[in-house]
């Protein structure tokens, strides 16, 4: 019998365009029967808490297109291109980009990142979060959900070494 394939994934990141490749990736891995673990970093940490609170920012990313999650599919289809001058001097911009993303998330059926990383657990990937970034910013256990297990670089990369599938996000 062949032994499983494993997957190591690193989340460094936790804005909501970061926020869902490693659990879909993770979430998919594991629903083909992969060994997966995902080591939560910096600031893709605050992804195991229990609420999550992640935005996207177009100032941050300037290849992001803005698309309307309403109004006739013609309007919805363009790309409105977000000059730095407005994105990042506007107040309330990122919360109503946010707002506007989550929007067309659903509008298209998929999953929240919530919804994504309870298909996490519920698959049996392992999430770890990063004891010395826990340490850097002052995170203790009980800020994250049940499950998450605790650990250093050292113990994720033996498991990463091995890996068939490595990736940082």
Known sequence: MAERKKMALIAAQGSLDWAYPPFILASTGAAMDMDVKVFFTFYGLPLLKPKIKAKVTPAANPAMPMKMPFGPKGFQNIDWPMPHAITG????FDTMATSL????????????????????????????????????????????????????????????????IQLFM
């Open 89 to 92: 001097v506007v107040p309330g």
């Open 101 to 164: 993303m989550k929007k067309q998330f659903k509008n298209k059926g998929v999953a929240t990142i919530t919804e994504l990383r309870e298909m996490c657990v519920m698959l049996g990937v392992e999430l770890i979060a990063c004891q010395m970034t826990m340490d850097v910013f002052g995170f203790e256990k009980e800020d994250f959900i049940e499950g998450v297990t605790f650990g250093g670089a050292a113990a994720f990369l033996d498991f990463a070494a091995e890996a068939d």
